[in-house]
């Protein structure tokens, strides 16, 4: 079983530019969440997506878009790039079905944006 | 909105100590769940320990334990038997366990915890 990967590792744009992030998620998820984290401080909710459509966002704009696949894997997008995105940016999943098993989700190790 | 809040920035501890890390939260629903993760140099959060609102009886993981105060909504976590493998920056954090905020974790700022040998 594998758990969650991220690619890249790490990133740097310039701003005005546009980002894609990819996640894969562990073996038997459908669910998959994206956080942005500044340096120092907890993870923010971006969204989540499950059985390929967003199902419930935070305080993002909408520049900020994402996609899932059949495969569940994700993508995160993010265009006309900003000084203040830099971050590390997580995804993590999770299987849906019950209340209870969203409980279990598992992060990735992160994509290092860095926007000049 | 549901917020945490960890209002110790740094905590220290020697190995072999017990320590305490504080959370806080405000909500106004009754049902949700509450989590430790911990996050170390690597940046993978791991799953420290969870643990259900309506469950009064407080959760355990080893050397892992919460003091869950739901009327003061406090949830603390207590590290016995500190190993230096314990060194991370610990987050406290909330799940609702109603409609759209199933899968949404909002997070406290973060505790930084240094073991000394």
């Known amino acids: 079983e594998t758990g969650v990967t991220q690619s890249p590792t790490h990133l740097i744009k310039t701003r005005g530019q546009q980002v894609t992030l990819r996640c894969s998620s562990q073996s038997g998820h459908n669910t998959v969440s994206w956080y942005q984290q500044a340096l120092g401080q907890g993870p923010q909710f971006i969204f989540q997506?499950?059985?390929?459509?967003?199902?419930g966002r935070g305080n993002f704009p909408p520049r900020f878009s994402g996609l899932q696949f059949p495969n569940y894997s994700s993508e995160l997008n993010v265009n006309a790039l900003e000084l203040d995105d830099s971050a590390l940016y997580l995804c993590a999943s999770s299987s849906s079905g019950s209340k209870s098993s969203y409980n279990e989700q598992f992060f990735g190790p992160g994509t290092r944006l860095t926007v000049l | 909105a549901q917020t945490v809040t960890q209002s110790q920035p740094e905590m220290s501890v020697q190995e072999a100590e017990t320590v305490t890390l504080s959370c806080t939260y405000d909500?106004?629903?009754?049902?949700?769940?509450l989590f430790w993760y911990k996050q170390p140099p690597s940046r993978q959060m791991i799953l420290v320990i969870r643990q259900e609102a309506y469950k009064q009886q407080n959760a355990t993981e080893n050397r892992f334990s919460v003091n869950f105060q739901k009327a003061a909504k406090s949830f603390s976590l207590k590290i016995s038997d500190s190993q230096l493998g314990d060194a991370a920056m610990y987050f406290c954090a909330y799940r609702s366990a109603y409609g759209s905020g199933l899968g949404k974790l909002t997070f406290g700022q973060g505790t930084i915890l240094t073991v000394h040998p």
């Open positions: 997506y499950y059985r390929e459509e967003e199902n």
């Open positions: 909500t106004s629903e009754s049902d949700y769940y």
